[in-house]
Nanobody, 122 residues
Framework: VQLQASGGGLVQAGGSLRLSCAAS????????MGWFRQAPGEEREFVAT????????IYADSVKGRFTISRDNAKNTVYLQMNSLKPEDTAVYYC????????????????WGQGTQVTVSS
Protein backbone atom coordinates (compact mmCIF):
# COMPACT_ATOMS: atom_id res chain seq x y z
CA VAL A 1 0.00 0.00 0.00
CA GLN A 2 1.26 3.48 -0.86
CA LEU A 3 0.84 6.25 1.69
CA GLN A 4 0.90 10.02 1.21
CA ALA A 5 1.18 12.24 4.28
CA SER A 6 0.26 15.91 4.25
CA GLY A 7 -0.79 18.77 6.50
CA GLY A 8 2.48 19.70 8.16
CA GLY A 9 3.64 23.26 8.57
CA LEU A 10 4.86 25.97 10.90
CA VAL A 11 2.74 26.78 13.94
CA GLN A 12 3.24 28.66 17.18
CA ALA A 13 3.33 26.86 20.50
CA GLY A 14 -0.19 26.20 21.71
CA GLY A 15 -1.54 25.97 18.19
CA SER A 16 -3.04 23.08 16.26
CA LEU A 17 -2.44 21.14 13.07
CA ARG A 18 -4.19 18.21 11.44
CA LEU A 19 -2.13 15.72 9.50
CA SER A 20 -3.64 13.46 6.88
CA CYS A 21 -2.37 10.26 5.35
CA ALA A 22 -4.06 8.99 2.21
CA ALA A 23 -3.68 5.37 1.14
CA SER A 24 -3.71 4.12 -2.41
CA UNK A 25 -5.59 0.89 -1.92
CA UNK A 26 -9.12 -0.16 -1.11
CA UNK A 27 -7.59 -2.69 1.30
CA UNK A 28 -6.68 0.28 3.52
CA UNK A 29 -9.50 -0.70 5.85
CA UNK A 30 -7.72 -3.96 6.67
CA UNK A 31 -4.58 -2.22 7.93
CA UNK A 32 -3.81 -0.89 11.37
CA MET A 33 -2.30 2.55 10.98
CA GLY A 34 0.32 4.41 12.96
CA TRP A 35 1.95 7.79 13.20
CA PHE A 36 5.61 8.17 14.07
CA ARG A 37 7.90 11.18 14.21
CA GLN A 38 11.59 11.82 13.92
CA ALA A 39 13.41 14.91 15.10
CA PRO A 40 16.90 15.77 13.78
CA GLY A 41 19.51 13.54 15.34
CA GLU A 42 16.89 11.41 17.05
CA GLU A 43 15.47 7.97 16.45
CA ARG A 44 12.03 7.54 14.98
CA GLU A 45 9.48 7.73 17.78
CA PHE A 46 6.02 6.21 18.11
CA VAL A 47 3.17 8.72 18.35
CA ALA A 48 -0.13 6.85 17.97
CA THR A 49 -1.80 3.88 16.34
CA UNK A 50 -5.37 3.01 15.40
CA UNK A 51 -6.89 -0.36 14.70
CA UNK A 52 -8.28 -1.14 11.23
CA UNK A 53 -11.82 -0.76 12.55
CA UNK A 54 -11.10 2.53 14.29
CA UNK A 55 -12.29 0.99 17.52
CA UNK A 56 -9.01 1.02 19.42
CA UNK A 57 -6.21 3.52 19.75
CA ILE A 58 -2.89 3.75 21.58
CA TYR A 59 -0.91 6.92 22.25
CA ALA A 60 2.58 7.72 23.39
CA ASP A 61 2.57 9.29 26.85
CA SER A 62 4.15 12.43 25.43
CA VAL A 63 1.10 13.19 23.26
CA LYS A 64 -1.74 11.68 25.28
CA GLY A 65 -4.53 14.18 25.82
CA ARG A 66 -3.23 16.51 23.09
CA PHE A 67 -3.23 14.38 19.92
CA THR A 68 -6.07 12.35 18.45
CA ILE A 69 -5.72 9.69 15.78
CA SER A 70 -8.74 8.83 13.66
CA ARG A 71 -9.54 7.28 10.32
CA ASP A 72 -12.12 7.36 7.57
CA ASN A 73 -12.04 4.04 5.76
CA ALA A 74 -14.43 5.30 3.11
CA LYS A 75 -11.80 7.90 2.17
CA ASN A 76 -8.78 5.62 2.73
CA THR A 77 -7.38 8.25 5.07
CA VAL A 78 -6.00 8.39 8.59
CA TYR A 79 -5.69 11.65 10.52
CA LEU A 80 -3.66 13.01 13.39
CA GLN A 81 -5.23 16.01 15.10
CA MET A 82 -2.53 17.78 17.10
CA ASN A 83 -3.57 20.36 19.68
CA SER A 84 -1.63 22.32 22.29
CA LEU A 85 1.52 21.87 20.26
CA LYS A 86 4.89 22.31 21.94
CA PRO A 87 8.32 23.07 20.47
CA GLU A 88 9.37 19.53 21.36
CA ASP A 89 6.73 18.23 18.94
CA THR A 90 8.87 19.56 16.10
CA ALA A 91 9.74 16.64 13.81
CA VAL A 92 9.05 14.96 10.52
CA TYR A 93 5.84 12.99 10.96
CA TYR A 94 5.36 9.68 9.16
CA CYS A 95 2.31 7.52 8.71
CA UNK A 96 2.71 3.76 8.52
CA UNK A 97 0.58 0.70 7.92
CA UNK A 98 0.65 -2.85 9.14
CA UNK A 99 -1.58 -5.80 9.93
CA UNK A 100 -0.17 -6.48 13.40
CA UNK A 101 -2.20 -4.57 15.96
CA UNK A 102 -0.77 -2.59 18.81
CA UNK A 103 2.91 -2.23 18.04
CA UNK A 104 4.83 0.92 18.90
CA UNK A 105 7.98 -0.41 17.23
CA UNK A 106 8.63 1.09 13.81
CA UNK A 107 10.22 -2.19 12.71
CA UNK A 108 6.80 -3.86 12.84
CA UNK A 109 5.33 -1.53 10.20
CA UNK A 110 5.82 -2.58 6.61
CA UNK A 111 4.52 0.42 4.69
CA TRP A 112 5.55 4.05 5.14
CA GLY A 113 4.60 7.44 3.79
CA GLN A 114 7.17 10.04 2.82
CA GLY A 115 6.82 12.25 5.92
CA THR A 116 5.56 15.76 6.53
CA GLN A 117 7.44 18.42 8.49
CA VAL A 118 5.89 19.92 11.60
CA THR A 119 7.67 22.87 13.17
CA VAL A 120 6.45 24.44 16.40
CA SER A 121 7.93 27.80 17.31
CA SER A 122 8.17 29.02 20.89
Amino acid sequence: VQLQASGGGLVQAGGSLRLSCAASERTFSSYDMGWFRQAPGEEREFVATIKWSGGRTIYADSVKGRFTISRDNAKNTVYLQMNSLKPEDTAVYYCAADREWGSSDSKDYNYWGQGTQVTVSS
